[in-house]
T-cell receptor
Framework: DTAVSQTPKYLVTQMGNDKSIKCEQN?????MYWYKQDSKKFLKIMFSYNNKELIINETVPNRFSPKSPDKAHLNLHINSLELGDSAVYFC????????????FGEGSRLTVL | GQNIDQPTEMTATEGAIVQINCTYQTSGFNGLFWYQQHAGEAPTFLSY??LDGLEEKGRFSSFLSRSKGYSYLLLKELQMKDSASYLCAAMDSNYQLIWGAGTKLIIKP
């Protein structure tokens, strides 16, 4: 029943490792996003995909690589993890109209040791 | 540059009314959003204003003044479950959301 689901919800790993977070939405939305929320609670957009095509790619290190196998999935792969990557990563989707209403996943809390 | 300002934290009493203000500066404007985020949870949509004036939705109302670059979220009859962070976000001319850092609202009995 979950509209936007992401896994894993918690991830603890060592610096230098590579990890992935998966996201799936069953709302039939064309647009999906990855946001990063740091300890100061700012939500920063990282990537936006529309119908599997990248439309927003903010200034994030190229260690972060999104992949959208189909419009219902947007995965995030992170190489060579650094301490500063520790944050909560939210996946979200939005309907076609530019109303801005986002439907968020529950978040994936990444801790890099 | 683009910027959203809102207070970091506010405290109010159960049953009372609280107003959370937000000022914004964006390149173009396509609407102002309020989201609620409980600790450890995802943000959830509360309201969207694109025209000047007040939009009421139950105990929550949102106001917008485009000429002043100003919005507020008004919460009435506060309940303990309203303790959360309230995020203000403005949509710019590219339909991108610019987010504030959120206002943490603490409700006391």
């Amino acid at each position: 029943d979950t509209a936007v689901s992401q896994t894993p919800k918690y991830l603890v790993t060592q610096m230098g490792n590579d990890k992935s977070i998966k996201c799936e939405q069953n709302l039939g939305h064309d647009t999906m996003y990855w946001y990063k929320q740091d300890s100061k609670k700012f939500l920063k957009i990282m990537f936006s995909y529309n119908n599997k095509e990248l439309i927003i790619n903010e200034t994030v290190p190229n260690r972060f690589s999104p992949k959208s196998p189909d419009k219902a999935h947007l995965n995030l792969h992170i190489n060579s993890l650094e301490l500063g990557d520790s944050a909560v990563y939210f996946c979200a989707s939005s309907p076609p109209a530019d109303t801005g209403e986002l439907f968020f996943g529950e978040g994936s809390r990444l801790t890099v040791l | 540059g683009q910027n959203i300002d809102q207070p970091t934290e506010m405290t109010a009493t159960e049953g009372a009314i609280v107003q959370i203000n937000c000022t914004y500066q964006t390149s173009g404007f396509n609407g102002l959003f309020w989201y609620q985020q409980h600790a450890g949870e995802a943000p959830t949509f509360l309201s969207y204003n694109v025209l000047d004036g007040l939009e009421e939705k139950g105990r929550f109302s949102s106001f917008l003044s485009r000429s002043k670059g100003y919005s507020y979220l008004l919460l009435k009859e506060l309940q303990m479950k309203d303790s959360a962070s309230y995020l203000c976000a403005a949509m710019d001319s590219n339909y991108q959301l610019i987010w504030g850092a959120g206002t943490k609202l603490i409700i006391k009995p």
